[in-house]
């Protein structure tokens, strides 16, 4: 029995042994493993947006009231979240709204005070919210940190978290239209208002 036994262990080395050592049993681990370093090496990535050259273009308008609306068409993605500043260069007094772009557009207003806005040189600018607050359609174009973001309109935040978009412009709002050298609008009231 025991010579039985001894022959049995045998015959499974040698079969083991003849496994290890087949050149196909050989082949297929390597290719094993292989295939599981190329797996780990390259991961599987999307490919990275183009960048976006943002384009803004804004119109601001004078109502009866003496208050204004802003409008504008842009490239940056619907959804875009914005905030529209109107601000007076004299007394540096603010009206802000926050809007979002929808079909490459965005419109808010009125802006102004009740009594409406005083003559004098106002700064329009429309700043684009920092990506991560953006909606996630957003962030996926722009970049966590809006780094797809390019062109004359995109600088730092002032908070450190990354790109974003700010446009502006000076308007000169009054009664009469001014002599100025400056690149500047020129609105006047209408004329039935009072």
Known sequence: MLIVLLTACSGSKEE?????????????????????????????????PSPLTVK????????????????????LPDATQVNIVVEREQSSVRWRKRTQV???RFRVGPLGPGSGLPDGVYHLGVASMEASVQPLQVRQRIGSEG?????????????GLGQVMEYSRRVVIG???RRTRDDVDVLTYPSDAS
């Open 175 to 177: 009664s009469e239209s």
């Open 56 to 75: 803004v273009e804004t119109t601001i308008a004078l109502r009866a009231d003496r208050r204004v609306t802003v409008s504008g068409e842009t490239n």
């Open 16 to 48: 083991q042994q003849d496994a290890k050592n087949s050149p196909d049993s050989a082949e297929a681990a390597e290719s094993t493993s292989n295939q599981s370093a190329n797996a780990s090496e390259e991961p599987k990535t999307e490919p990275e």
């Open 102 to 104: 929808e079909d490459g």
């Open 147 to 159: 780094e797809y973001l390019a062109g004359e309109w995109v600088t730092q935040s002032r908070h």
